[in-house]
């Protein structure tokens, strides 16, 4: 089996962008903070207040953070939601 193909994402980008989509977040009572990335180009955040167990936190997630993060930082293939 290949090895996961390794990348260097920029921490720093990646907070930029999410205070991007940070305020869209605020305005329905939520938040969204980076817990960590990883080598093989991962985000994995935390969803807070509102977006905090939310029924549609996958679609904000998925549709929403991960799309606009893969399109503003090189590198980022996926996000998660911490557990």
């Not at 990335?37 to 939310?54: F, N, P, T, Y």
């Amino acid at each position: 089996m290949p090895d996961k193909e390794k990348v260097t994402i920029d921490r720093k980008a990646v907070e930029e962008a999410l205070e991007i989509v940070r305020p869209s977040l605020q305005a329905d009572g939520g938040d969204v903070s980076l817990i960590s990335i990883s080598d093989d180009g991962v985000v994995e955040v935390a969803l807070k207040g509102a977006c905090h167990g939310c029924p549609m936190s996958m679609i904000t997630l998925k549709g929403g953070i991960e799309r606009f993060l893969r399109q503003a930082v090189p590198g980022v293939k996926e996000v998660i939601a911490a557990g």
